[in-house]
């Protein structure tokens, strides 16, 4: 069982910045390669970043390859997502998750889901 909790979500105006966290409980978080998904209101969970058990390699979404940046920090078991110039079309609920087998960018293929934290950006 491993915990997840996203926080930073909020409002923002489009061009804004933001930055989620996502906090883990355990002394294991090294061992999984860590995930952000975003959904919208009618939409499916998709896919916007996942980033290795060391950090040292990282995977986006085109929609927002050069936008967002994900990082991690071990010592205090905590993941992040800068996310700069944003659109509209970024508004969702942000999760985060964690994958044992770093094998999948599918929401099917992650092992603990966060619950999730809303960002709303304005026109």
């Known amino acids: 069982q491993v915990d997840l909790v996203e926080s930073g979500g909020g409002l923002v105006q489009a061009g804004g910045s933001l930055r989620l966290s996502c906090a883990a409980s355990g002394r294991t978080f090294s061992s999984y390669f860590m995930d952000w998904f975003r959904q919208a209101p009618g939409k499916e969970r998709e896919f916007v970043a996942a980033?290795?058990?060391?950090?040292?390699?990282?995977y986006y979404a085109g929609s927002v390859k050069g936008r967002f940046t994900i990082s991690r920090d071990n010592a205090k078991n905590t993941l992040y997502l800068q996310m700069n110039s944003l659109k509209p079309e970024d508004s969702a609920v942000y999760y985060c998750?964690?994958?044992?087998?770093?094998?999948?960018?599918?929401?099917?293929?992650?092992?603990?889901w966060g619950k999730g934290t809303l960002v709303t950006v304005s026109s």
């Open positions: 980033i290795s058990r060391s950090g040292g390699t990282r």
């Open positions: 998750a964690a994958d044992s087998t770093g094998s999948s960018q599918s929401a099917r293929g992650m092992d603990y």
